[in-house]
T-cell receptor, first 111, second 112 residues
Framework: AAGVIQSPRHLIKEKRETATLKCYPIPRHDTVYWYQQGPGQDPQFLISFYEKMQSDKGSIPDRFSAQQFSDYHSELNMSSLELGDSALYFC??????????FGPGTRLTVL | DAKTTQPTSMDCAEGRAANLPCNHSTISGNEYVYWYRQIHSQGPQYIIHGLKNNETNEMASLIITEDRKSSTLILPHATLRDTAVYYCIVRGADTGRRALTFGSGTRLQVQP
């Protein structure tokens, strides 16, 4: 079965640079979520989209923004990167009340 | 969504059943209990969920107490590949699009 696809899988950036992470949800899933997981921490919800509209917001820094496009893929844009932004970033998708499915994650390293 | 409490860590011998408890004493009538696991640095993986009846699938069984204040995830024959952090999450049926909120989870170590 198709799963959530994330790209890139690994990304290395310098401080103050910008990064863009991409997520391709499972076909026909109408909701996309972004999570951040720092070293030794549990996944923290950042933001979600339902039918291309922002539906919920968690602890997303103002330096981060996200959107969902007409083909339902989503992008997380991170600017003015800081060392503390080094983390795993997971995208997830869901449809109605079916279980949320997570992607494999993007490991971002900020040097 | 109701708060959950899980032991920080547990050990289990390979081939034996792993029983992971979760307390959700403030759960309300329309809230489901979900279990996910995260194998080191991989994306969280859905295991099973239930409302009030016991559930079983190819991965695990979920036993929910009659008062719904606690539940137990059972991995019938644990293998080394089951070593992971297991998260018990409660979420309302009418909030299907709300993001899952991860607590601290239980770190299960399956020993050879």
């Amino acid at each position: 079965a198709a799963g959530v696809i994330q790209s890139p899988r690994h990304l290395i950036k310098e401080k103050r640079e910008t990064a863009t992470l991409k997520c391709y949800p499972i076909p026909r899933h109408d909701t996309v979520y972004w999570y951040q997981q720092g070293p030794g921490q549990d996944p923290q919800f950042l933001i979600s989209f339902y039918e291309k509209m922002q539906s919920d917001k968690g602890s997303i820094p103002d330096r981060f923004s996200a959107q969902q496009f007409s083909d339902y893929h989503s992008e997380l844009n991170m600017s003015s990167l800081e060392l503390g932004d080094s983390a795993l970033y997971f995208c997830a998708s869901s449809f109605r009340d079916r279980p949320t499915a997570f992607g494999p994650g993007t490991r971002l390293t900020v040097l | 969504d109701a708060k959950t409490t899980q032991p920080t860590s547990m050990d289990c011998a390979e081939g034996r059943a792993a029983n992971l408890p979760c307390n959700h004493s403030t759960i309300s009538g329309n809230e489901y209990v979900y279990w996910y696991r995260q194998i080191h640095s991989q994306g969280p993986q859905y295991i099973i969920h239930g409302l009030k009846n016991n559930e079983t699938n190819e991965m695990a069984s979920l036993i929910i107490t009659e008062d719904r204040k606690s539940s137990t995830l059972i991995l019938p024959h644990a293998t080394l590949r089951d070593t992971a952090v297991y998260y018990c999450i409660v979420r309302g049926a009418d909030t299907g699009r709300r993001a899952l909120t991860f607590g601290s989870g239980t770190r299960l170590q399956v020993q050879p």
